[in-house]
């Protein structure tokens, strides 16, 4: 589906019925990312309505001239948001980058959010690298590791957990967004990096159900970053996995599952 935004076409899918929950991706990726990672959640469980869009310049969603910086991302989906589920309530799940821009759309809607989920959050775009941790590697299949393409190098650097289920989701999930995205206007808005306001500086704390996420092995973004958003979520289960990097939703698999799976009951619960 398509919905146009200030003359931006914006692909997303549009799936299920009842509560929305708006999914934001990673960068670069695309709607394949968290589609993969988060239906298997929402399997045997009615009343969800997932909208999953493409951000700017990846998927199917172009780049345009006018979005020169992370607001102008951010008001494509504010502006999606109010054309798509116009004064409803929603619920959001931001991975990675996603998070980023998750933390921004609660920052100019928190009174309409039913629950946040951050998932290996970008709290800020420039992490300290110092407080990254090195990368290192707690299961390797051989088979696996023989069969990497050139073009998938990045699963190598990042992943912690290297086995043909982890190699296989990449290739589903991660790796169409890495092939599809526009590079070249990605690398534009590096410039100024972050927004121009700070998403954390928030009225009030989020008093609604919410889910912080993160890999304690994250060379990435980190996990120190986001655990010191507690404070500003009263409702929030944290979770710092072990044996878990960027990759957390393939390679804790069953532990993400379960841990969407109690928040959306936690959000289902003060409906």
Not at 53 to 68: F, S
Not at 138 to 149: C, D, H, I, M, T
Not at 224 to 235: G, H, I, K, Q, S
């Amino acid at each position: 589906m398509q919905v146009e935004i200030r003359g931006l076409p914006v692909h997303y899918l549009d799936e299920g019925t009842g509560r929305p929950v708006l999914m934001l991706h990673g960068r670069p990726g695309d709607h394949r990312l968290m589609r993969h990672m988060l239906e298997p959640a929402f399997a045997g469980r009615e009343g969800w309505r997932r909208l999953y869009p493409d951000l700017p310049g990846m998927g199917e969603t172009p780049g345009a001239d006018w979005i020169r910086n992370q607001d102008d991302v951010l008001a494509v989906m504010l502006d999606f948001v109010d054309a798509v589920i116009p004064e409803q309530s929603f619920a959001v799940v931001g991975g990675s980058y996603g998070g980023y821009l998750a933390l921004g759309v609660m920052h100019e809607r928190q009174s309409r959010i039913d629950g946040l989920c951050l998932w290996s959050p970008a709290v800020t775009l420039q992490p300290d690298e110092a407080a990254l941790p090195a990368h290192i590697i707690f299961e390797q299949s051989a088979e696996a590791v023989a069969s990497v393409q050139p073009d998938e190098a990045l699963w190598l650097q990042i992943a912690v957990v290297q086995t043909p289920a982890t190699l296989a989701a990449f290739r589903a999930a991660v790796k169409p967004g890495l092939q599809s995205a526009d590079h070249a206007f990605l690398e534009r808005l590096e410039e100024p990096e972050a927004f121009s306001f700070d998403p954390t500086d928030l009225p009030e704390p989020m008093k609604r159900p919410s889910l912080i996420l993160t890999g304690r092995q994250d060379t990435q973004v980190g996990y120190t970053d986001a655990v010191n958003l507690l404070e500003l979520f009263p409702r929030a289960t944290l979770a710092v996995l072990d044996r878990a990097g960027h990759g957390i939703a393939a390679e804790q698999e069953a532990l993400f599952r379960g841990l969407i799976g109690d928040w959306l009951d936690r959000v289902e619960g003060e409906a």
